[in-house]
């Protein structure tokens, strides 16, 4: 049995579970996520507790027992306490500010870049050079990143761009210091 799968997933106080034709429902105070469970898993609910458990031990219905537990335990999460992603914006005169649902980005380029922020996911700028994205759904908050962080990933010689907060850029030597050493 799936040793993820098998987790129970509690249930804060305010969120409310309802299962129908084999999609689930979660409700909070963040918002309402919806999700089809994959055929062959159903929910239990024990009280304050949730249980995924698996119809049959067929190879596919437990290679997704696992996956359907964290999805279910991530949108519970989300609209518990919701989750965000931070962005750093590193190079001279790149900076961020927030225009309603919009992100205007100045990357270096001729123009300013305009993202759309989807519904459920908010932006604030501080010190204009960090971004900091808000959200209940866990996916669209990281897909919305990384389209963000694809504008201008960092490069590896200066370290221009826009980058994970925790993310480390390994930095390259230049053309400079192998040109220094050949004479």
């Known amino acids: 049995?799936?040793?993820i799968g098998r987790l129970p997933i509690s249930l804060p106080e305010g969120v409310k579970v309802a299962v129908e034709d084999g999609a689930i429902c979660?409700?909070?105070p963040k918002g309402r996520l919806r999700t089809e469970l994959p055929e062959g898993i159903e929910v239990k609910?024990?009280?304050?507790v949730l249980r995924l458990v698996r119809g049959n031990d067929e190879r596919r219905v437990k290679a997704l027992h696992g996956l359907a537990r964290?999805?279910?335990a991530n949108m519970v999460a989300g609209v518990s306490r919701g989750f965000s992603r931070v962005l750093e914006i590193n190079g001279v005169g790149y900076r961020a500010e927030v225009k309603g649902a919009e992100l205007h980005l100045a990357l270096g380029f001729?123009?300013?870049v305009v993202v759309s922020l989807p519904a459920g996911v908010t932006a604030t700028v501080e010190r204009q050079t960090l971004i900091t994205l808000h959200g209940a759904d866990r996916q669209v908050l990281g897909e919305v990143a990384a389209k963000i962080r694809g504008l201008r990933p960092p490069e590896p010689y200066k370290g221009k761009g826009i980058k994970y907060q925790a993310e480390?850029?390994?930095r390259k030597a230049g053309k400079a210091v192998g040109a220094a050493g050949s004479s």
């Open 110 to 112: 001729s123009h300013p």
């Open 168 to 170: 480390v850029i390994r």
């Open 1 to 3: 049995m799936s040793r």
């Open 45 to 48: 609910t024990e009280g304050k």
């Open 70 to 72: 964290k999805l279910v």
């Open 26 to 28: 979660v409700e909070g």
